[in-house]
């Protein structure tokens, strides 16, 4: 890697924490805030004078939970009747509610006005606090590489844009999490790849919310994803509200009131055990600890490693079979066995939790690896793809394949043997790598003779999707201008960009003219 100037910035979006990276000289650093936090808690909130985000806000949280807006990012783009809405309303301080357009948001009290914030503004605010931490370290770019789950939608990722520019950030790319992992191992193992030879390597990435397990190939030339499984909710807050909810019940039963249906001590019942639980990786118990939780009365429980991997059982069942699933998926895309792998790598929340280690070890076969920063190496790929897509810096001799997560479909009116019907047709696979293009072209038989013609793009039914009520992406009407010629052909080109994006790029038409031109003689071959 060869720097040439300009500073860089690439930002993992966590469920819990935001990182910011950067690349000074050559070397990666964390850009850590005021007080010397290396990660940020991904939270804003309001109060009568002043907007916060990130550690002001948590510091605020008990006492203004009415006002803070905990995992903005998990709402940027969803619709009121996505199945996921209730699920996770159940993590929210302030629960969404739906605007005069029909969107969803937050009402919040600000400076004694009540008004409705969708979770872009909200997410605009966090991104706009956030640039400061930067710039106050004389890292002067708005230009900026962000990292979004890999089952983002179109609806989400196009949400990201718009709060990233909300908040006066240029979003030089949004970057799978899957890509992002690659790229940081792929950099950190260059020298031990072969020159033609892949490895390929498996990554757990079970985070504070959600997990993603995927598959990747490396050589010293080239490195792609390739083949990805994830699930929006598998994490440890997970984790964290089972044995919430078990201890509640037991202090329940001895004190006749219930702490996880008063939200002041449900967040401080939850922020407790979020503290303690890690301790299980090391210890065999732990006591949860919360005086005068309610009613003036305190909760002691001593919770040991057997109980907790007794109450998250169904976490931990969802996880193994998101592992088999990946495996298969795995074995079929790719036609190579599980067995074939050279590692496992995990990152993530729960990197040291003893059940997880057990089943990954279980179900694919394989002792964890933990070569990787677990809580760092998304926003050290951030900032290594914006270093790959910055004129100011040069990566030779290296190319990556990201991973499109959903097939998209192309319908139209189509005509043959004389009869108009609908056709649908498969236009960009999930595998994909993006930024692509894909050009269709119509000739004058196929299509009906009709002044406009529809096109529509739809992401197709699968399993990964099928929960999506409307699918739905763009919906076009082409007006054919008036022909000269007989002849001609419609060009339409569709694609991915760099974000994942899928959009029209143009519409063009051909005509083609048969012209009789004569031909005289001017010499004979002897």
């Not at 991904?42 to 550690?55: K, M, P, Q």
């Not at 783009?77 to 948001?105: I, N």
């Not at 899957?178 to 940081?184: K, P, V």
């Not at 050279?342 to 997880?356: A, F, K, Q, Y």
Request: glycine share 4%; hydrophobic share 35%; aromatic share 10%.
């Amino acid at each position: 890697i060869k720097q040439m100037s300009k500073d860089i910035i690439g930002i993992s979006i966590g469920s819990k924490n935001t990182i910011v990276g950067t690349y000074k000289k050559g070397t990666f650093e964390i850009v850590v805030s005021e007080t010397s936090a290396r990660s940020l808690p991904t939270v804003v909130s309001y109060n009568d004078r002043e907007r916060n985000f990130a550690e002001l806000s948590m510091h605020t949280n008990r006492s203004n939970f009415k006002r803070t807006v905990i995992y903005p990012n998990r709402w940027l783009g969803v619709q009121k009747d996505w199945p996921l809405v209730k699920e996770e309303a159940k993590y929210a301080y302030v629960k969404p509610v739906e605007d005069k357009t029909g969107r969803l948001g937050f009402n919040i009290d600000y400076k004694g006005k009540k008004d409705i914030y969708t979770p872009e503004s909200l997410m605009g605010l966090f991104f706009s606090k956030l640039k400061s931490v930067w710039l106050k370290e004389n890292i002067n770019t708005t230009s900026v590489v962000v990292s979004v789950p890999d089952y983002y939608t179109a609806h989400e990722r196009k949400a990201m844009v718009e709060a990233l520019e909300i908040g006066g950030l240029q979003c030089t790319a949004l970057l799978n999490e899957s890509s992002a992992i690659t790229l940081t191992y792929g950099f950190h193992k260059l020298k031990e790849f072969d020159e033609e030879k892949y490895r390929t390597v498996a990554f757990v990435d079970l985070g504070h919310s959600t997990c993603n397990i995927f598959f990747s190939q490396f050589n010293k030339k080239n490195v792609k994803v390739i083949s990805v499984s994830s699930e929006r909710f598998c994490g440890a807050r997970e984790f964290d509200y089972l044995i919430a909810q078990k201890l509640a019940e037991d202090f329940e039963k001895k004190y006749g009131c219930n702490p996880m249906e008063a939200p002041k001590t449900k967040i401080r019942l939850i922020d407790t055990i979020t503290k303690v639980r890690k301790s299980l990786t090391v210890n065999k118990e732990i006591t949860i600890s919360v005086d005068s939780l309610m009613e003036g009365e305190d909760l002691v429980y001593n919770l040991s490693r057997d109980e907790f991997e007794k109450i998250i059982e169904p976490v931990v069942k969802k996880f193994e079979q998101l592992c088999k699933n990946a495996i298969e998926k795995f074995e079929k895309e790719t036609k190579l066995k599980i067995g074939n792998i050279h590692s496992i790598e995990m990152v993530g929340d729960t990197v040291r939790t003893p059940i997880i280690l057990e089943s990954i070890k279980k179900v694919m076969g394989k002792e964890v690896s933990k070569t990787l920063v677990p809580d760092e190496c998304i926003a050290r790929g951030c900032s290594l793809y914006a270093m790959m897509n910055s004129p100011y810096f040069a990566i030779q001799n290296f190319s990556f394949s990201h991973y499109n997560p959903y097939t998209i479909e192309m319908e139209y009116p189509y005509v043959k043997d004389g009869k108009e019907t609908i056709k649908k047709f498969n236009l960009i696979n999930e595998g994909a790598d993006f930024p692509a293009s894909k050009t269709i072209t119509f000739t004058k038989n196929q299509l009906p003779e009709k002044d406009i013609v529809p096109l529509k793009f739809y992401y197709k039914d699968s399993p990964t999707i099928n929960w999506l009520p409307n699918k739905l992406l763009n919906s076009f009407n082409i007006h054919l201008k008036k022909k000269k010629e007989n002849e001609w052909k419609l060009i339409i080109k569709y694609g991915l960009d760099i974000n994942c994006i899928p959009k029209l790029e143009g519409t063009t038409m051909n005509e083609s003219k048969i012209e009789m031109v004569p031909v005289v003689e001017t010499a004979k071959v002897k």
